[in-house]
């Protein structure tokens, strides 16, 4: 097989395709020889193990995939790639391509038609231009997979891998903790991608977790309380809360209270259990 990291190699394929690369869907394709196999690795791609990969550009991360998971389903949204993977993924009889956005896709059904008796992975190279929706949405379903190992944009991996009470931390990073525990694996430099792009990015993992790191008597009472808690960074959690649950601020002021957490602090100093205790308590003041 051809060396799918070698810019020539790629160039070729596009041009014999005559497709160009489109920024719009955020492809930088991998020429950075040693980033798919370790990617494929750590992303837990071995014998018995389906693996997702969410667009597959030219095939380059998909082939290490195949060449060591059971299974590989591939969705990847541009058409005109899909003539490129056939020549490309030829040699390999475990991959499938669907032509489909990532978003839109069924995925409890589809881990359930292709990936019987196989513990499920997620390894991709994600566009970044929709990177946290697809997160998002692959933890949000609780889907039955082990975990999610993707490559993003710098900023974005320390945003999703920071830990609560640190400065990065934000309400996606709180969202990640609760469905998982992530870990930033590797840098990957700007020069590894055709075209190159503005930003480095970084591989991370978020390992599964098989139950929440705290309990909540309401789950979307918890995250509403997170989101509001950090909609206005520099103002104090009993104003961002009472500004998004509006409440009136000595009612909200006692909760916080019974909560244990002080009026005054700022959602980034938050632990997991205070936003849990908070969100217990804005639960109670519903009855
Ligand atoms: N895996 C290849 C690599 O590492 O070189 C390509 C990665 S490139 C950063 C992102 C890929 O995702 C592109 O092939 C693009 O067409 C595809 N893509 C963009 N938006 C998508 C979506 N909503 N659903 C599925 N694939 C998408």
């Known amino acids: ?13 596009m041009t014999r395709h005559g497709v160009e690369f489109s920024k719009a869907l955020g492809q930088n394709f991998l ?6 196999p370790k990617m494929a690795e750590m992303g837990g791609a071995e014998k018995g193990v389906g693996v997702i990969e969410i667009g597959a550009g030219v095939g ?15 969705i990847e949204i541009d058409q ?8 490309t993924l030829a040699e ?39 990177t946290s929706p697809i997160i998002m949405n692959l933890l949000e379903q609780r889907l039955p997979i082990k975990s999610i190992t993707v490559m993003v944009q710098k900023e974005a991996a320390q945003r999703l891998c920071a830990r609560a009470g640190t400065r990065d931390v934000g309400a996606v990073s709180i969202a ?21 792009p503005d930003v480095d990015s970084m591989v991370i993992r978020l390992d599964i977790r098989t139950a929440p790191p705290v309990s909540v008597q309401e789950e979307d009472t918890f995250f509403c309380a997170v989101k509001g808690a950090f909609s206005m960074r520099r103002k104090t959690i009993l104003n961002c809360l009472s500004a998004s649950f509006s409440l009136p601020k000595d009612r909200l002021s006692e909760a916080l209270g019974r909560a244990g957490v002080p009026a005054c602090s700022r959602a980034e100093q938050l ?11 804005l639960t109670r003041m519903k009855e």
């Open 1 to 13: 097989m051809e060396n799918l990291s070698n810019i020539n190699v790629i160039k070729d394929l």
């Open 31 to 36: 020429i950075n020889p040693s980033v798919c």
């Open 60 to 74: 380059v991360l998909t082939a290490e995939l195949a060449r060591r998971a059971q299974k590989v389903v591939c």
């Open 80 to 87: 005109r790639l899909l003539p490129i993977l056939e020549e």
């Open 92 to 130: 390999f009889d475990n991959v499938e391509i669907i032509n489909a956005d990532v978003m839109k896709v069924d995925l409890p059904a589809l881990i359930k038609e292709k990936f019987l008796g196989m513990d499920v992975v997620v390894c991709a190279n994600l566009p970044y231009y929709i």
């Open 176 to 196: 990640v903790q609760y469905y998982s525990e992530p870990k930033i694996l590797f840098p990957v430099s700007r020069g590894s991608f055709m075209p190159s």
């Open 271 to 281: 632990s997991l259990e205070q936003f849990a205790a908070i969100s217990d308590q």
